[in-house]
């Protein structure tokens, strides 16, 4: 596609529920990213993968937080046992090869958890 | 580990004067420097960037930054606002080599004020 596509745009589910989030990159991007933002609040680093390296996990802010990427494709970001302060805006961001840097972000998964 | 500073979280001037958003970093190697926009209720995209060469780097709508290695610094500036350029203002860095992991401030909401 032309841009970072994310599913769904607004999600809203009951406390305790286990949420997916999606995210599609830009064909040929070797990196993804995840960042959370909560109201007013600035880009939190979550998760970011290049290529087939091990991801970088270590903004996941708990177990209940989960992400995965087949190669350089589709990616999910899981929150289980949904919590009221993971309410926020989900990010997600590819960037290409590393001569360029530059990250294109998608629109965003506005999560509610009530 | 990288990070970055915006001193700023809030600043409010005057429609058709001049502005200037302060940004810091910290990092133990090259960086790649980025500077992103948020307007209201819309996704981050990109402003400018300084991947390397000239140290000062021209952007869309009218902004421009210098990165300045000694003072390890990425002010993002405007010598003439618009009504427009209302919004949030992200600083970004990223390693120039070796690692993706993307890292922002917590962002400055510029507010032109008619």
């Known amino acids: 596609g032309a841009g970072v596509s994310q599913s769904p745009s607004n999600k809203v589910t009951e406390k305790g529920k286990d949420v997916e989030l999606r995210c599609d990159p830009i064909?040929?991007?070797?990196?993804l990213y995840w960042y959370r933002q909560r109201l007013g609040q600035g880009l939190e680093f979550l998760i970011y993968?290049?290529?087939?390296?091990?991801?970088?996990k270590s903004g996941l802010p708990s177990d209940r937080f989960s992400a995965e990427r087949t190669g350089e494709s589709v990616s999910t970001l899981t929150i289980q046992r949904t919590q009221q302060e993971d309410s926020a805006v989900y990010l997600c961001?590819?960037?290409?090869?590393?001569?360029?840097?530059?990250?294109?972000f998608g629109q965003g998964t506005r999560l509610t958890v009530v | 580990a990288q990070s970055v500073t915006q001193l700023d979280s809030q600043v409010p001037v005057f429609e058709e004067a001049p502005v200037e958003l302060r940004c810091n970093y910290s990092?133990?190697?090259?960086?790649?420097l980025f500077w992103y926009v948020q307007y209201p209720n819309q996704g981050l995209q990109l402003l400018l960037k300084y991947l390397s060469g000239s140290t000062l780097v021209k952007g869309i709508n009218g902004f421009e930054a210098e990165f300045n290695k000694s003072q390890t610094s990425f002010h993002l500036r405007k010598p003439s606002v618009h009504i427009s350029d209302t919004a949030e203002y992200f600083c970004?860095?990223?390693?120039?080599?070796?690692?993706?992991?993307?890292?922002f401030g917590k962002g400055t909401k510029l507010s032109v004020i008619p």
């Open positions: 064909s040929g991007h070797t990196a």
């Open positions: 993968f290049q290529g087939n390296s091990a991801p970088d």
């Open positions: 970004a860095v990223r390693p120039g080599a070796g690692s993706y992991q993307l890292t």
């Open positions: 961001a590819s960037s290409p090869g590393r001569s360029l840097g530059e990250a294109f």
């Open positions: 990092s133990s190697v090259s960086v790649y």
